[in-house]
């Protein structure tokens, strides 16, 4: 009896297993296609003023648009394409195409807005460091203007060997963010080994920050520290007026998030925060 309840629970154990396997694979073939014939797309999330909404610039987010399933979150395949590899091709292409856009809009209407692109651990290498290099050189674009975002996890993993890549970009004078900051488990000593110039409070903290006291004591905290240390903040995931309102109280510069506004195709955010005259001159200037 319990040999044939064993047997049975394997035989369903497999089942599931082969399914997930299955799933796994179908997508980790879908993504290479989607690699080959452009089904992805970048959407930008504007970064603004916690004072006057004043655009400083954007964070650069990938979109799936698959052919049947519609639009994919990042969510459901980053992961997978950072276990495979293919992150570094889907990676190339957004830094590329951010790039690009940013750098042809700031020469358009004379501004340095930052553009803000997430990097995965498994990108950097030494070749990543030269495409980093010739991007902004193809570009014809000031190094300052680019911003990679890049999280905890990387400090983890062979520190000794990222500080080394992230030091040679920063030379370039490409500056880096740390990501979704507070979630992870880094020590603050590692932290102030990177070249890291600003720090994403995790939307996590953001959410409860008018509700729980704990959150509101973690963020102010968290403006303290980079203040001592000098980095410049950013709050991510900002949804309505009175978290606002909180992060001002707390002297905290900037932010991101849908209560100003959700990330955008490329061209809506042409339209709606560049192409008129008064949504420039709330952008950040060359003059400036
Ligand atoms: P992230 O870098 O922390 O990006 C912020 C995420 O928060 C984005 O989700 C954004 O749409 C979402 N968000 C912004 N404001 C709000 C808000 O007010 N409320 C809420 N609930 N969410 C908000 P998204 O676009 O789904 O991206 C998820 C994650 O996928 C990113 O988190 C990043 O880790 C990763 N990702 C996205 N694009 C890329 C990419 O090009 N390369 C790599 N390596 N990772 C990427
Ligand atoms: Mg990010
Ligand atoms: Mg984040
Ligand atoms: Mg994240």
Known sequence: KAKEKGGNCYQFFT???????????????????????????????????????RLLGAE????????QRGIISPVD???????????????????DEACR????????????LQISVNVSVRQLDDLFVFRVQELLKKHNMPASQLELEIT???LMDNPQENIRLL????????EFAMDDFGTGYSSLSYLKQ?????LKIDRAFINDITTDKDDEAIVQAIIAMAKT?????????????????RLRDLECDSYQGYYFSKPLPQQVFYERHLLTAESRRSATTLQS
Do not use: C
């Not at 650069?60 to 052919?67: G, I, M, S, T, Y």
């Not at 240390?229 to 995931?237: D, F, M, N, P, Y």
């Open 152 to 154: 905890e996890s990387l």
């Open 229 to 245: 240390l000098k980095l410049k903040l950013v709050a991510e995931g900002v949804e309505n007026h009175e978290q606002l309102s």
């Open 77 to 95: 395949f980053i992961p997978i394409a950072e276990e495979t590899g293919l992150i570094k091709d889907i990676g190339d292409w957004v830094l």
């Open 101 to 112: 856009t940013f750098s042809q809009w700031n020469q358009e209407f004379g501004l340095k």
């Open 167 to 174: 030091e040679n970009i920063n030379k370039l004078g490409v």
């Open 60 to 67: 650069a987010l990938v979109r799936w648009n698959h052919p």
């Open 15 to 53: 089942t599931d297993m082969n399914r997930q396997a299955h799933a796994r694979l179908t997508l980790e073939n879908e993504l290479r296609k989607a690699i080959k014939t452009h089904q992805f797309e970048v959407f930008y999330q504007p970064q603004v003023s916690t004072w006057d909404n």
């Open 194 to 198: 990177f070249p890291v110039s600003k």
